[in-house]
């Protein structure tokens, strides 16, 4: 199956920097989408964005498909975005496989 | 909508049990599955369904698995007998469709076997 790979596993913040967590992504994929645990376990859809670059807020996301890579932007972090972060692709067989994921710790 | 509905949000049982996940889907989605979530392998697919037809089981881990969708508002997944190594969170997730994003997951069901 296709390897996700996502960097850096863990990340700590003070409250109002900026961040980018990337995920590598070892075949052609059909879309990818970033997700964010919280810290009670919910999944919520962050982006669906297989190419190009999308924003909403204070996140951003782009994606280079044929460089297999793509990168979420998190600027004036708040505490309210820790959690973990998964990036996950969609093989042409509509299978989705999701990286490890970036723990991001913003602190006050 | 009230999103995807999962219960019960937390199950322990002792090995050998049988233990029954339910979820709900998101009404008009026609795709549901079936993840979970483990420290060691992370989120894996286990079955996912279309119109109620179950399309690929090949990640569900062995027989003592089932997942059964009788309509196209309710879902189970079923663990008989349990064991000590499938305590994991239990995710179900619906989609309008493929290929275009629009997962939603519900809260999760997070089973101790003990």
């Known amino acids: 199956g296709i390897q996700v790979e996502q960097s850096p596993p863990d990340l700590i913040l003070q409250e109002g920097a900026n961040s980018t967590l990337r995920c590598n992504f070892s075949?052609?994929?059909?879309?990818l989408q970033w997700f964010h645990q919280n810290p009670w376990g919910q999944l919520i859809n962050l982006f669906y964005?297989?190419?190009g670059t999308k924003q909403n807020g204070r996140l951003s996301a782009t994606t280079v498909a044929t460089e297999r890579y793509s990168l979420l932007y998190i600027s004036s972090s708040q505490t309210t975005d820790s959690g973990v972060y998964f990036c996950?692709?969609?093989?042409?067989?509509?299978?989705?496989?999701f990286g490890a994921g970036t723990t991001v710790t913003v602190r006050a | 909508d009230a999103g995807v509905i999962q219960s019960p949000r937390h199950e322990v049982t002792e090995m050998g049990q049988e233990v029954t996940l339910r979820c709900k889907p998101i009404s008009g989605h026609d795709y549901l599955f079936w993840y979970r979530q483990t420290m060691m392998r992370g989120l894996e697919l286990l079955i996912y369904f279309n119109n109620n037809v179950p399309i690929d089981d090949s990640g569900m881990p062995e027989d003592r698995f089932s997942a059964k969708m009788p309509n196209a508002s309710f879902s189970t997944l079923k663990i008989q007998p349990s064991e000590p190594r499938d305590s994991a969170v239990y995710f179900c997730a619906s989609s309008p469709q493929l290929g275009q994003g629009g997962y939603t997951f519900g809260s999760g069901t997070r089973l101790t076997v003990v």
């Open positions: 075949d052609s994929v059909n879309n």
């Open positions: 996950a692709v969609e093989s042409y067989d509509y299978k989705l496989s």
């Open positions: 964005i297989p190419s």
